[in-house]
């Protein structure tokens, strides 16, 4: 038997016995190498590299013995090839089926053995437990010219997952089930369909059903100690090198900080810090210098890119903490459209009775973090004075936070706690905007985009919110929505009543919102740009 047969059937033992401590497998390793190493296939190991020397793979039948995930059947596949990929980890099979699929590899078996007749025998896994005499071996026993030039692509597997990874860092405690759960999800499945791993870091490690739905997009799920403790970098650092990224994408974080250095020190190939939460206003002349520095010398250095959720963010980046310019990319935000969509009348009436609505009464509603920059203290009291002209309206409140005890204590003192329904947080916002009558977004501060807006418009509801920060970019005033001045509470009555009054206003706005979602902020489109993003950045190098 020559080194590589003996090789491969090592490989193939290894894989037995890992799979066989979780539950006894078939086929046996001796009936897959017998099966094949008598063949005149051609045998492709890695490590000089598997796609040396590699011509035109179109319309080739390629066999993937130890397929493991499909890491190769994908990367093969994508050169044209028809891959059927065996492994004998049940484990293993189910999840190269969930990720191949997408990426036309045309089957990927656990048993029967495949009777199909191959070009080429392929296996990559014994780079992981071949030894330096085989490695050294040439890579074909039958070489093909690779087409479209001589240089080799000097591809380890170490190399490949490490040029395949997004680690993305989110300073989000993922209580329930939000848009930006969901942007994550949808991001890890686009991510995992291209043969890209994903790995998310939460403030704290989802549980329940957001675990659930984010673990059934096959991506590593963790958390970071507080971002205050000692312990905070160490377990950053150590994190990024056991991912060994090729990209750290931050959300929600500071880029003037160290993170960005933390995330360089990992070796991933590009960094990108999304914002939106820095703020305008005066800033000090000292921490106007410092910025400049900071973006001059660290963040230009190190290749950070700056993405903001709308151009009025760009412009209090570069204008206030002025950053430069063009490496700032706007990328509009996205919600899923399918599970934010108009309702049937019976589902309608069915979350009315579980809210406690009564019949012909109409309702608004406002999902927010009850804080003060949301201005929901202003909603209270535009309530007030739409309860004084007519009685049949109730105010739903969607979301938990510090305000929470003193907001109630307002709704008493104005009188009209009877009207007021705090719901606390809720995994099914999609389901209470579908019932709403119109949807309240009466934010304080400067919003950067307000993903609650996208909900309600998506919903097909019509939105009265606060002009300020980058709503005006998502929210066309007059036609999916009214915008008013914010702490504002008169201008905010009069919007809420004009809608209330005025039902077939209402509709045709809310329809309106509707078709803007669909057209513009799908999640969909914001993953397809975020992957687009990644590969401009790593093509550029």
Request: glycine share 8%.
């Amino acid at each position: 038997m020559d080194t590589r047969s003996e090789e491969l059937r090592r490989e193939l033992e290894f894989q037995a016995e890992r799979a066989a401590k979780i539950r006894p497998i078939t086929p046996t390793p001796e009936r897959i190498f017998e099966r094949y190493r008598r063949s005149p296939l051609p045998w492709i190991f890695p490590k000089e590299m598997l796609f040396r020397s590699l011509g035109p793979l179109s319309g080739k039948e390629i066999l993937d013995v130890g397929c493991g995930e499909a890491e190769l059947s994908t990367q093969l596949a994508r050169l044209g090839a028809s891959v059927t990929g065996v492994d004998i980890s049940p484990e293993l099979v189910e999840v190269a089926r969930q990720r191949a699929v997408a990426d036309g590899v045309r089957d990927i078996l656990e048993t029967p053995l495949p009777e199909e007749r191959f070009d080429l025998a392929a296996c990559s896994a014994v780079l992981r437990h071949g030894n330096e005499r085989m490695r050294a071996e040439p890579v074909m026993s039958a070489p093909v010219g690779r087409q479209g030039g001589e240089q080799p692509l000097h591809l380890t597997a170490h190399e490949r997952a490490e040029r395949r990874t997004v680690v993305s860092i989110i300073a989000l405690n993922p209580q329930k089930w939000g848009s930006l759960e969901e942007q994550t999800m949808f991001l890890s499945m686009a991510l995992r369909n291209r043969g890209w791993r994903s790995v998310l870091l939460f403030d704290r490690e989802p549980k329940g059903a957001v675990l659930a739905k984010l673990k059934e997009t096959g991506a590593t799920i963790g958390a970071l100690p507080h971002r205050d403790s000692a312990t905070f970098y160490p377990a950053l650092v150590l994190a990024l090198r056991r991912a060994q990224p090729s990209i750290v994408h931050f959300r929600l974080c500071n880029s003037f900080s160290v993170l960005p250095i933390a995330a360089w020190l990992s070796g991933a190939r590009a960094i990108f810090f999304t914002e939106e939460t820095h703020r305008p206003g005066t800033t000090a002349r000292s921490t106007r210098a410092k910025c400049y520095a900071w973006d001059r010398v660290v963040l230009r250095g190190l290749g950070v890119r700056i993405v903001t959720v709308s151009d009025y963010v760009k412009r209090v980046l570069t204008k206030t903490y002025r950053v430069s310019p063009e490496r700032v990319q706007v990328l509009l935000h996205g919600v899923n459209t399918e599970r934010f969509r108009p309702s049937e009348d019976l589902a309608i009436m069915d979350m009315r009775r579980e809210c406690g609505i009564p019949a012909g009464e109409q309702v608004i509603v406002c999902a927010a973090h009850l804080i003060p920059e949301k201005g929901v203290e202003s909603l209270l009291h535009a309530a007030q004075q739409i309860l004084q002209a007519r009685r049949d309206v109730s105010l739903l409140i969607v979301g938990e936070g510090p305000l929470g005890s003193k907001l109630r204590q307002v709704a008493q003192n104005l009188g009209i706690s009877g009207k007021v329904h705090f719901l606390g947080l809720r995994s099914d916002v999609h389901r209470l905007f579908a019932m709403a009558d119109v949807v309240a977004v009466p934010s304080a501060w400067e919003e950067p985009a307000g993903l609650v807006l996208l909900e309600a418009m998506a919903t097909g509801r019509p939105v009265v919110a606060t002009r300020v920060g980058g709503i005006p970019e998502y929210l066309e005033d007059g036609k999916a929505g009214i915008l008013v001045d914010r702490d504002s509470p008169t201008q905010l009555a009069q919007a809420l009543l004009s809608l209330l009054d005025t039902p077939t206003l209402a509709t045709a706005m809310g329809c309106a919102a509707r078709r803007g979602a669909e057209a513009r902020f799908t999640v969909e489109r914001w993953a397809s740009e975020t992957l687009s993003m990644y590969e401009a950045a790593l093509s550029q190098g």
